[in-house]
């Protein structure tokens, strides 16, 4: 059983920047997709960004390329996402999640049934 838990979110005006973590426990971290996704009220959860386990590879959605990274420490067991020049839109809770899958398919990975194990969620609030 992995457990994940994120950190780092809160309230920054439109422009700004939120770096946050994720810290996995009880698993082998880089045997394990790391991704991020969010969900805002009233919609679906949506993929933002993963990394395959090395994290030699990652993969954006298109609304956030150019603006967040992903990077992960396999050493430390956590994976980051460093979110730039944020936007209303993109107010959400984001939520860390673990994959064990070894398929190399991004439309896969940008499932959430990719994923087995996902943390509480944190909440990002941009402000216009």
């Known amino acids: 059983q992995v457990h994940v838990v994120e950190s780092g979110g809160g309230l920054v005006q439109a422009g700004g920047s939120l770096r946050l973590s994720c810290a996995a426990s009880g698993g082998t971290f880089s045997s394990y997709n790391m991704g991020w996704f969010r969900q805002a009220p009233g919609k679906e959860r949506e993929f933002v960004a993963y990394s395959r386990r090395s994290g030699g590879y990652t993969y954006y959605q298109d609304s956030v390329k150019g603006r967040f990274t992903i990077s992960r420490d396999n050493a430390k067991n956590t994976v980051d996402l460093q979110m730039n020049s944020l936007k209303p839109e993109d107010t959400a809770v984001y939520y860390c999640?673990?994959?064990?899958?070894?398929?190399?398919?991004?439309?896969?990975?940008?499932?959430?049934?990719?994923?087995?194990?996902w943390g509480q969620g944190t909440q990002v609030t941009v402000s216009s």
């Open positions: 999640a673990a994959g064990a899958t070894t398929y190399y398919s991004d439309r896969y990975n940008a499932r959430t049934n990719a994923y087995a194990y």
